[in-house]
């Protein structure tokens, strides 16, 4: 049988038996003497018999396969999350099948349908930067496809979603700020059609207006995630007077670039402007001065929002977590670029 797949067929003939009992005796079915099984298995160990894996997933009706669609894959955030869906994948027999949208509604929308072309089992997604509604996954709904959102997810009744808490995150990074005495707080917020963006910039506000801080609208800037506008955003915080004396970025990489930037034009950080991240990308702690940043725990929401879409599938325990929200908490890591008074 070298050189070949081995086939039912080919272990049927070879024992004179129908291919329907060798078919139970592979699958350990209690009509099949134990003696019939015992000579079939022998033999199907012999000549390497390996199930054909599109044949068992039209039986079973699942092809053990999860989609994850993300706005990016070279994006730490986002490469982190896919390791900790792959590692409950991985251990639960399950491959993952992932794409990118680029940040394209139109592209997650061709993604959605490939998902659906493909026949997964299940989705886990985080939504890009341009969708503002969730019309293409209707027929994933309607197929009653299991779908779990994590990070940026969308208004649905129809799917489970992971998040952190953006708001408490960002208030809490406000909190700090002022803490360490500073009284003009800058923001750079992401895409308001986005939750999460809109969580941050919630807790931001919500944070001066408990310490009594005035808002300043001059002091609110709206950006993508990515970092192409960082320096037209920092060329305008510097023209303003007077200038903020802490700036709290959409993400790490921003926060980075800002404060390259803002030594370039001699400012001192933090004793003239203090700056906050969101993320904890790795490098943020080599940077000159260390950055301060929110710790969002990218690998756990992967790994949450797997076990979700895993219990979604098991007959058992779907019930209970159908359109359950997950939230994941976060934590402040504070180093020296936001501590103004010289104390944590």
């Not at 012999?46 to 669609?69: C, F, M």
Request: proline share 3%.
């Amino acid at each position: 049988m070298k050189g070949r797949r081995v086939t039912i067929k080919d272990i049927a003939a070879h024992l004179k038996m129908s291919t329907s009992t060798v078919s139970r005796a592979l699958a350990n079915h209690s009509d099949v003497s134990r003696e019939t099984r015992d000579i079939v298995l022998q033999l199907a160990e012999e000549w390497d018999y390996q199930p054909d894996p599109i044949a068992v997933s039209l039986r079973q009706k699942r092809t053990h396969t999860l989609g994850v669609i993300i706005p990016q894959i070279n994006n730490r955030f986002f490469s982190k999350a896919i390791s900790g869906i792959q590692e409950v994948a991985n251990a639960n027999g399950y491959n993952v099948m992932i794409t990118q949208s680029e940040e394209s509604f139109d592209l997650e929308k061709k993604n959605v349908q490939a998902m659906m072309n493909n026949r997964v089992d299940g989705l886990i997604v985080a939504l890009s930067k341009q969708t503002t509604y969730l019309d293409h996954f209707q027929k994933v709904f309607d197929s009653e496809t299991p779908v779990v959102f994590f990070d940026r997810v969308g208004d649905s009744t129809y799917a489970s979603k992971v998040i952190i808490d953006d708001y408490e995150a960002s208030y809490s990074a406000v909190q700090h700020l002022i803490k360490e005495g500073c009284k003009r707080i800058a923001h750079v917020a992401g895409p308001q059609n986005l939750q999460n963006s809109r969580k941050r910039l919630e807790g931001y506000k919500d944070a001066l207006k408990d310490n009594s801080l005035y808002q300043d609208n001059n002091l609110l800037v709206f950006s993508e995630y990515h970092t192409k506008e960082v320096r037209r955003i920092t060329d305008y915080f510097l023209s303003i007077d007077p200038l903020p004396d802490a700036i709290f970025a959409i993400n790490d990489a921003f926060a980075i670039e800002m404060i390259c930037y803002l030594k370039k034009s001699g400012i001192r950080i933090p004793d003239d402007i203090a700056v906050v991240g969101f993320n904890n990308d790795n490098i943020s702690p080599f940077i000159d001065p260390p950055l301060t940043s929110v710790e969002s725990p990218a690998q756990d929401l992967g790994v949450e929002a797997a076990k979700l879409l895993l219990q979604s599938l098991d007959e058992e325990q779907a019930e209970l977590v159908k359109n359950q929200s997950k939230v994941i908490k976060s934590r402040l890591i504070i180093r020296e670029s936001s501590i103004k008074s010289g104390q944590s």
